[in-house]
Structure formats: C-alpha cells, structure tokens
C-alpha cells in the first residue's frame, strides 16, 4: 500500500478550501463512476487531478463545476452548496474551460472571448464600456490581442486554447477550472498554455486542471489529486505525493522518481521492456 502524504485525502493543504466534494456520488445513467468520494480544492493554488483513463477525473470536475449532479453528497463553493446556487451566480464565481470545446462557425476571437461577459449581463445591465474593457484586458492577458478579428477556426491548435482561456478570464472569476487544457498540443504549445496557467496563478486565481502529461502536472501543480477507480488515492503537494510505489498502484507503471534538474518538483522516469540500462533499475522496479 502506498506511502500517503502528511496531506491527508479530502483536507486542503492550507486554508479554508473554496471548492470542496463531500461525500459525492455520481455517474452516468445507473452505474456510478464516482462513490462517496471527498476532495478538497486549496485557495490560491494549481491543483491538478491526474489519474488513469476512465479512473473519473474529468467526471469529478463536472461535477466540482455543476454540469453534473451528484446523486448523493454535495459540492461546497465558498462555504456553500453549490446545488442551491443560480446559475449566474455560480458562473460569477467560477469559470470553466470544457475538454476541446467547439466555437461557432465563422466567430471572431472578440466574440468568442465577449461571450464570457454573459454572466453579467441582465434586462437591467446591458454590455457596456466596463464589459468592452474586461474583454480587452482579456485578450491582452492571454496574449491574443492581435488575433482579436480572426476567425477562432483559422487559430493554430495553441493559439486557439488561449482564446478560450481568455473567454474564461472574461466572465471575471477568479477560480478557474481547466479540463485538459494541453490536449491535442504538441509539447511546445503545452508549455506555452501551461505557464499561461501559471500566470494566471500568481496573479491571484485558484486554478484545478485535469492533465494526462504526469510530469507536466508535478511540474506545473502546487497540489496533486491524484485518483483511480473513482477515488481519491492521495493529495498533497508533488513533492509529497509523487512515488514509485503511488505511480504502480495508480497507473501500473514501473518507474524512478528523481529530482528535476530545471525545476523543484520531481520528475518521473518511466521504465518499459525496451532500450532500458537494466543494472541501472533497483530489483523491486525490474521485475
């Protein structure tokens, strides 16, 4: 059984969480992917939820944003229910970045990033100067600005997940939540969106990701989630958490866990059948 962290599982590594899951059970029609599962999202820190395919990441994340509803426990958003909130509010609070979302055909970077402005909008508060300059800021932020009048369907793969982060920036929220913000990037484009992340995080935001890159998630996360079979495994800091015996129990992956030599966080070497110095591998890794 693995080592866990001085973090225990479902107890944020500082301060009062601002988004919480407790007891939650929920799934797809019958069969529950996630069961009585507890986690908490730290203020002011990138928390990452890693885990195998299918192990409920991207389901726990719905659900921590509301596109879900669980069938049993609750969501807490700042000390309060997610469930009974209004959907404004809720958008007002947070904001959500959905796996490979689609824009429309033929819709420009300012539209799309301007749709961001809709939780604010109202019968008694229509778009204003004050929405036009968010949206600017927006785009300055994420370093689109100059993409401003393309169509969103002309954009390269990376320059098209900072547009849809800057339309996240837009709604004003300062919790932010990213599902798989790196798919489909080559690993250039990754690190680019992934210290926009980062940026964002030292400007003040809470951030919770999904990502499938291991080491991009130490690498980038001050907090790991990390799950398998629609549970938490362990939580804490990458440095506390990440292990060879946490990644063969999470993932089955044999591998050495070592110091980062560009970065304090620790880096995972993993070790397969081939092209491997095997008298450089520890016994209990080989066999």
């Known amino acids: 059984m693995v080592a866990r962290s001085s973090t225990e599982v479902g107890t944020p590594a500082g301060g009062v969480p601002r988004l919480a899951a407790r007891g939650v059970t929920v799934g797809y029609g019958a069969r529950p992917v996630i069961d009585g599962l507890d986690v908490s999202v730290p203020p002011g820190v990138i928390t990452t939820i890693i885990g195998p395919n299918g192990c409920g990441k991207s389901t726990l994340?719905?659900?921590?944003?509301r596109l879900l509803k669980p069938t049993g426990g609750t969501v807490v958003l700042d000390g309060e229910d997610i469930g009974t909130l209004r959907t404004r509010d809720v958008a007002k609070k947070l904001g959500l970045l959905p796996?490979?979302?689609?824009?429309?055909d033929g819709l420009t970077v300012s539209?799309?990033?301007a749709r961001g402005r809709h939780p604010h909008q109202s019968w008694l508060r229509q778009w204003s100067s004050d929405d036009a300059d968010v949206v600017r800021r927006a785009l300055a932020m994420t370093g689109v600005a100059d993409l401003a009048d393309r169509p969103v369907d002309s954009l390269s793969g990376g320059q098209r997940q900072r547009v849809w982060i800057s339309m996240t920036l837009a709604q004003g929220t300062d919790l932010l939540l990213l599902d798989e913000p790196t798919t489909y990037l080559d690993?250039?484009?990754?690190?680019?969106?992934?210290?926009l992340v980062d940026d964002l995080h030292e400007s003040g935001r809470t951030v919770v990701m999904v990502l499938h890159d291991l080491n991009l998630a130490t690498r980038y996360s001050d907090h790991l989630v990390v799950m398998r079979d629609g549970?938490?495994?362990?939580?804490?800091h990458p440095?506390?958490?990440?292990?060879?015996?946490?990644?063969?129990?999470?993932?089955?992956?044999?591998?050495?866990?070592?110091?980062?030599?560009v970065g304090d966080r620790p880096l995972i070497v993993p070790i397969g059948r081939t092209h491997v110095e095997l008298d450089r591998v520890s016994p209990q890794l080989s066999k």
């Open 99 to 104: 796996q490979a979302p689609v824009a429309p």
């Open 61 to 65: 994340l719905r659900t921590l944003s």
């Open 111 to 113: 539209d799309l990033v």
């Open 231 to 236: 549970a938490v495994l362990a939580q804490g």
């Open 239 to 261: 440095r506390e958490v990440v292990t060879a015996d946490l990644l063969h129990e999470a993932f089955g992956l044999r591998a050495r866990v070592i110091d980062d030599p």
């Open 187 to 195: 690993l250039a484009h990754a690190v680019d969106v992934l210290d």
